[in-house]
């Protein structure tokens, strides 16, 4: 079982819809970053938290500490939302563990028009 | 810099080569980061440095990857001998502090024939 697992693997959607990517995580960590990457390799950093909630644009994450779980959410989904969605976490090991994360296998998510 | 900039974006090398991929960071970022991403998987762990420090590189698969930061900016990713297995994308990275926010390269795309 992977450290990470994101869930789904594949999403689709319609324009306009309310979007949910869910990640588990079966490790202790100290943050957990939510990235968005584009067909071409790009990847941008939505958000980083370690606990509650936050809110960018059309985007919300969140993060249950307790149940090692944290959702990506995308309000009024449009079709330049369309990409891969990676959850990643770092560890608490500290020392030089602390430079390294762990990644899930990513959510391709389509949004048509 | 304005972002993490990775080249040759594409190579192509014949089995057996060695080839050398630089990761130029963003300018005052302590902390940089190696990934490999095989084709439709999510990104793993190679290599960390903090300054011209590799505090850790027990993602390195073989002794033929090879990385430094001689001067605590600019890296470079080597690999010798280069096999199929080899093939991927190698993203780098790049964050004010070690638990900062990361930036991201383009990638570079390493195909081994």
């Known amino acids: 079982k992977n450290e990470v697992e994101q869930s789904p693997q594949n999403l689709t959607a319609q324009e306009g819809e309310f979007i949910t990517i869910n990640c588990s995580y079966s490790?202790?960590?100290?943050?957990l970053h939510w990235l968005q990457q584009h067909p071409g390799g790009g990847i941008v950093s939505l958000f980083m938290?370690?606990?509650g909630k936050k809110k960018h644009g059309r985007l919300i994450a969140t993060i249950n500490i307790q149940e090692k779980h944290s959702s990506l959410h995308i309000t009024a989904s449009h079709p330049r939302d369309s990409a891969v969605y990676i959850c990643?976490?770092?560890?608490?090991?500290?020392?030089?563990?602390?430079?390294?994360?762990?990644f899930g296998q990513g959510t391709i998510l389509t949004v048509h028009p | 810099g304005a972002g993490v900039s990775q080249s040759p974006r594409y190579k192509v090398a014949k089995r057996g080569q060695d080839v050398a991929l630089r990761c130029d960071p963003i300018?005052?970022?302590?902390?940089l980061f190696w990934y490999q991403q095989a084709l439709g998987q999510g990104p793993e762990f190679l290599t960390y440095?903090?300054?011209?420090?590799?505090?850790?590189k027990s993602g390195l698969p073989s002794d033929r990857f090879f990385a430094e930061r001689p001067e605590g900016s600019v890296s470079t990713l080597k690999i010798q001998r280069t096999q199929q297995e080899d093939s991927a994308v190698y993203l780098c990275?790049?964050?004010?502090?070690?638990?900062?926010?990361?930036?991201f390269g383009e990638g570079s795309r390493l195909t081994v024939l």
């Open positions: 990275a790049s964050s004010y502090r070690v638990t900062g926010e990361l930036f």
């Open positions: 490790v202790g960590i100290s943050a």
């Open positions: 938290l370690s606990s």
């Open positions: 990643a976490v770092r560890g608490r090991g500290g020392g030089t563990s602390y430079g390294k994360l762990t």
């Open positions: 440095f903090q300054n011209e420090a590799q505090l850790d």
């Open positions: 300018s005052g970022h302590v902390s």
